[in-house]
Nanobody, 120 residues
Framework: QAQLVESGGGLVQAGGSLTLSCAAS????????MSWYRQAPGKQREWVAT???????NYADSVKGRFTISRANAQNTMYLQMNSLKPEDTAVYSC??????????????WGRGTQVTVSS
């Protein structure tokens, strides 16, 4: 069993920056890919970015050039550096991870999310 906990959300003005963190804990043997998703009120959950265990990254078109995803493998932690924030970035941001437990079971997990609000 593993857990993902996001942190770093808050209120920021348009054009500002914010960094989110996702810490994985529990009986973890390894983590493959980790991703950020977001969900705005009344909208479907949207994929934002992914970072592989080797550090390769991919981004949704809506955040390319503004957001940077990274991870610190030794700490089982993922980050999302968000710059040039726009009101449309307002959403609950959730962490997703593909985790192999110490029993070697491979399972995907979701964090509960952290609120990001960008004011105009």
């Amino acid at each position: 069993q593993a857990q993902l906990v996001e942190s770093g959300g808050g209120l920021v003005q348009a054009g500002g920056s914010l960094t989110l963190s996702c810490a994985a804990s529990g009986s973890i043997f390894s983590i493959n890919a980790m991703s950020w998703y977001r969900q705005a009120p009344g909208k479907q959950r949207e994929w934002v970015a992914t970072v592989t265990s080797g550090g390769s990254t991919n981004y949704a078109d809506s955040v390319k050039g503004r957001f940077t995803i990274s991870r610190a493998n030794a700490q089982n932690t993922m980050y999302l550096q968000m710059n040039s924030l726009k009101p449309e970035d307002t959403a609950v941001y959730s962490c997703h991870a593909d985790i192999t437990s110490t029993t070697r079971a491979r399972t995907t997990y979701w964090g509960r999310g952290t609120q990001v609000t960008v004011s105009s």
